[in-house]
């Protein structure tokens, strides 16, 4: 067929074919591809704050993940987390399997791992509910023919294509509020097993109901109170995060043949350092100074915590129970072993 970026553009000319077949409509103005009519989905940072984001990256001559014109930008939280360089670190122990790689990223948000994937030269499709942010994705990726835009929801994603690799960055959590049936993000997980080839890989990010820096009194993410999560006070028409053992149990009763749990520091939205399940066994590398290292780095730390986190994490690599209560989760769940 010829070299690997050929290759590459005969597979992403198939995937807007096949869209192109399946009824979705691709916008000329926003690059984005969507089913006529299609609305969009009830997320939001807010007009002004996604207003400002798309402007800051339409002005920019240089979108690409480490753009200094875009980290000068990140002057709050809204911006920190969709324009920061950092945000990437989360998928770059990937690289080697993401470059050359169909993959699908549900819910691209403003596009800041979508445009890591496209500089891994993945051949990606970014889902994203939101047509706003999706015409963000696009402009931040408008330089990148290797990615695909489509604004749709996840239930309602249609395609015969599959995967080999899909991620789920921040996004399980939400399957409360978009995925239907009595368990949602079980659901999430087996559209996901049935969209992967059969090597696939689903990755994802979310942060542990049971991490140490909400025993400490920082606030659950998505509804701003302390305590809430580690005491299972969610609602069924909430976001909802996991722990370890709860979402292991779901990845394979979802499909998924083995995962591996991974912690990323201070959590995965702003993620300095990562380590594995091995890491923390190893009696030969110091993961505790990963971990307290990297707890000031955390901009949605408590005002007055509980506790130093910092002392307590030595504890408990110590005690091998340090990957159970890491802030957030990076997983790999494989359809094969």
Request: proline share 5%; net charge negative; hydrophobic share 40%.
């Amino acid at each position: 067929m010829g070299d690997g970026k050929d290759q590459k553009t005969v597979t992403g000319e198939i995937m807007k074919f096949s869209l192109d077949q399946l009824g979705y409509v691709l916008d000329s103005q926003t690059g984005i591809w969507s089913r006529t009519g299609y609305r969009g989905i009830a997320y939001s940072d807010g007009h002004e704050v996604e207003q400002r984001i798309f402007a800051a990256i339409a002005d920019a001559q240089d979108v690409t993940v480490l753009s200094a014109e875009l980290s000068r930008q990140c002057t709050d939280w809204p911006f920190l987390y969709h324009l920061s360089g950092t945000r990437a670190n989360i998928l770059r122990p990937f690289q080697d399997i993401l470059k050359g790689a169909d993959v699908l990223e549900v819910g691209a948000g403003c596009g800041a791992i979508t445009r890591y994937l496209g500089e891994c030269e993945a051949d990606v499709v970014a889902l994203e509910g939101s047509p706003r942010r999706a015409a963000i994705t696009r402009l931040r990726t408008r330089d990148l023919p290797n990615v695909v835009v489509v604004s749709d929801r996840l239930d309602d994603f249609k395609g015969n294509h599959q995967f080999d690799v899909m991620t789920l960055i921040g996004v399980l959590e939400y399957a409360n509020l978009f995925v239907s049936g009595s368990n949602p993000a079980l659901a999430m997980l087996q559209q996901a097993r049935a969209m992967l080839k059969p090597n696939g890989r689903l990755i994802i990010a979310i942060e542990n109901q049971l991490g140490l820096k909400y025993f400490a009194g920082a606030p659950e993410d998505h509804v701003s109170q302390p305590m809430y999560g580690i005491e299972g006070r969610y609602e069924k028409d909430q976001p909802q995060t996991y722990g370890r053992k709860t979402l292991s149990e779901m990845l394979s009763q979802a499909g998924f043949a083995c995962s591996e749990f991974m912690a990323p520091f201070p959590d995965y939205k702003l993620p300095v350092s990562i380590v594995t399940e091995k890491g923390f066994s190893c009696d030969d590398f110091d993961a505790a100074a990963l971990a307290w290292q990297s707890v000031k780095r955390d901009p949605q730390l408590p005002s007055l915590p509980a506790f130093s986190q910092e002392r307590v994490w030595p504890i408990l690599v110590r005690n091998r129970v340090a990957l159970d209560l890491a802030n957030s989760f990076l997983v790999v769940a494989g359809v094969s072993e």
